[in-house]
């Protein structure tokens, strides 16, 4: 087993820092890759729904469609799933990790951690897509405006106006039950499949190839069901929602279907994993090389000399638990 290290030095001062990275500071490097996972996905995914919204009302073609929007949050997913997964485990979602805290042990300490680490990841990227395309939101604004009194309040807030990229909101008048079973299902849908991802038995979902997946399950989700209401992530939508209300105050907060875009994905990301597990998970099957050299790799990676750890393994506890998650 050869560790980077052995074959790479690096800097006296990144040394000093990877040794507080693995003790005491671990858990700073944990939340602040689900922070950037969850930045890289929205803000991939909202910059080209935005695009898409702006080009309708400026009328200008070919700025975005829902196929690009759909790819977009896929790319997005992807470069989080990859950047993410071997520190934090890549849960990336408020829905996974309070299915790991229920089912898997995860700590509920870390799990808080995660979640505000998630929020915020969204909440920033959505800020920052607005600082960037400032002129041309102000630009529709004021179009909207144009049109009649009355059509810029009527627009905003709603999948046609600028704050519609940020926050998400349905059509007035919309059936919340049936924007609620869109919801759900799509969720379910998704997390089926980030539970067959994660399943180390899976011989036709190698782990490099789970990124990927995953982010094809998301793009079929924005390209088929979208137009109805899609979250599909609770830390998207929280932080979102949370943008939209710093820039444009509370009439941004989304009624009634804001608790919809919020929770459905929690329930739904359980629901799945009950499923996956009452019905396609089997524990008689053999784990695939692929998925016990990921499992190795991370049992090494913990019991290498630099991490400065405790005991007789050189672990913590902590970072013990943290494997078990990394492992399912």
């Known amino acids: 087993m050869v560790h980077l290290g052995d074959i790479q030095k690096r800097h006296r001062v990144?040394?000093?820092?990877?040794?507080?990275?693995h003790g005491n500071a671990h858990w700073f490097a944990e939340c602040f890759a689900e922070f950037i996972g969850v930045f890289l996905y929205v803000y991939t995914g909202v910059g080209s729904q935005l695009l898409f919204i702006l080009g309708g009302i400026?009328?200008?073609?070919?700025?975005s469609s829902v196929f690009q929007t759909g790819a977009a949050y896929?790319?997005?997913?992807i470069f989080a799933v990859i950047l993410a997964t071997p520190v934090s485990g890549g849960h990336l979602n408020p829905g996974i990790?309070?299915?790991f805290v229920l089912t898997k042990g995860f700590p509920l300490v870390r799990a808080l951690r995660y979640l505000i680490a998630q929020i915020l990841g969204g909440y920033i990227a959505c800020?920052?897509?607005y600082v960037q395309y400032h002129d041309l939101i102000k630009l529709a604004e004021g179009?909207?405006?144009l049109a009649g009194p009355g059509v810029l309040d009527a627009?905003?807030?709603?999948?046609q106006g600028p704050a519609g990229a940020f926050a998400l909101y349905v059509m007035p008048g919309a059936s919340l039950g049936r924007v609620f079973l869109n919801e759900f299902v799509c969720d379910v849908m998704i997390a089926l499949i980030i539970w067959c991802c994660l399943d180390p038995t899976n011989l036709l979902v190698p782990p490099f190839a789970s990124p990927v997946v995953i982010g094809l399950a998301y793009a079929v989700a924005v390209w088929g069901y979208s137009i109805e209401g899609l979250a599909a992530n609770t830390a998207r939508d929280l932080g979102g929602r949370l943008a939209a209300l710093t820039i444009w105050g509370t009439k941004a907060s989304g009624g009634k279907y804001a608790a919809i875009a919020a929770l459905a994905n929690i329930p739904a990301t359980l629901m799945a994993l009950a499923l996956y597990e009452l019905f396609l998970a089997d524990y008689a099957r053999v784990i695939t090389p692929s998925h016990l050299e990921i499992i190795r790799a991370h049992e090494n990676h913990a019991r290498t000399p630099n991490r400065m750890m405790m005991g007789n393994s050189n672990r913590s506890t902590?970072?013990?638990e943290n494997e078990e998650v990394e492992r399912v």
Do not use: C, M
Not at 14 to 21: I, N, V
Not at 58 to 63: M, S, V, Y
């Open 14 to 21: 990144l040394q000093r820092w990877e040794k507080q990275r």
């Open 58 to 63: 400026l009328k200008e073609q070919g700025l």
């Open 74 to 77: 896929a790319s997005g997913i």
């Open 97 to 99: 990790t309070i299915a």
């Open 127 to 129: 800020l920052l897509i």
């Open 143 to 145: 179009v909207l405006d």
């Open 155 to 159: 627009t905003l807030f709603t999948p």
């Open 318 to 320: 902590d970072k013990v």
